[in-house]
């Protein structure tokens, strides 16, 4: 390659683009919004269940899995959709970088728990890695909620605090969750999943707004 073609490569623009960032984060909001609905489908037609006692595992498995595993692999589908927005819109330091690895890897891990079927129903056949996977979890959510609030906070001051506060209070509430007693583990549970909702949202409005903010 010729010093002047080396030279207009590294001139060439990069731009956002809008269109992406609309469906990336429509996608990630979308993927929210049908695991929440599968859940509360999963909890209507499951026979004998309680949404206080029993674990959305617990929806997992069984006649009706199909419904929570849908749930799951759209919720995983919209957070690589937020990952990959993250990517094309960097608004931070290494801090960001490490924080969409964690998002990367949070939407696998939830594949994952769905493509596994090791829920709530005993399985002991081969190695059962769900409660590794569920660590795993715990440990992506304040990477990526404390990872991106300085970055989300150059562009409003009320994106960096709500993910700082949703990575402190998912820190403090997350492990409370493997000491609960099983009749009440299942609310918990869902308020937990909510907390990464937040983080979702939060992230998915930011975007938005950017959007609309350069279009104004």
């Not at 209507?44 to 206080?52: A, F, K, T």
């Not at 690589?80 to 819109?89: C, I, P, Q, W």
């Not at 009320?158 to 099983?182: D, H, N």
């Not at 549970?189 to 909510?194: I, P, T, V």
């Amino acid at each position: 390659m010729s010093r002047t073609s080396r030279s207009e490569t590294v001139r060439v623009r990069v731009e956002e683009q809008d269109g992406l960032i609309r469906l990336l984060a429509w996608a990630a909001i979308l993927g929210c919004v049908i695991f929440a609905a599968a859940v509360i489908l999963a909890d209507i037609l499951v026979p004998n269940n309680s949404m206080i006692a029993d674990t959305i595992s617990d929806l997992g498995a069984g006649k009706y899995e199909y419904i929570v595993d849908t749930g799951l692999y759209m919720f995983s589908a919209g957070l690589l959709s937020m990952a990959v927005l993250a990517a094309h819109v960097h608004l931070g330091d290494w801090k960001w970088s490490s924080a969409i690895v964690a998002l990367i890897v949070f939407g696998l891990l939830v594949f994952l728990i769905g493509a596994r079927n090791e829920y709530g129903d005993a399985d002991s056949d081969g190695w059962v890695i769900h409660r590794y996977l569920v660590y795993g979890l715990g440990i992506c959510m304040p990477v990526v909620c404390f990872g991106m609030a300085e970055g989300a906070g150059r562009a409003g001051a009320g994106y960096g605090l709500s993910l700082r506060i949703t990575g402190a209070l998912w820190l403090l509430a997350a492990p409370i969750f493997f000491f609960l007693p099983t009749d009440v583990d299942g609310l918990y549970e869902r308020g937990l999943g909510l907390l990464s909702f937040a983080m979702i949202l939060t992230l998915a409005r930011l975007f938005l707004k950017r959007v609309h903010h350069r279009r104004t």
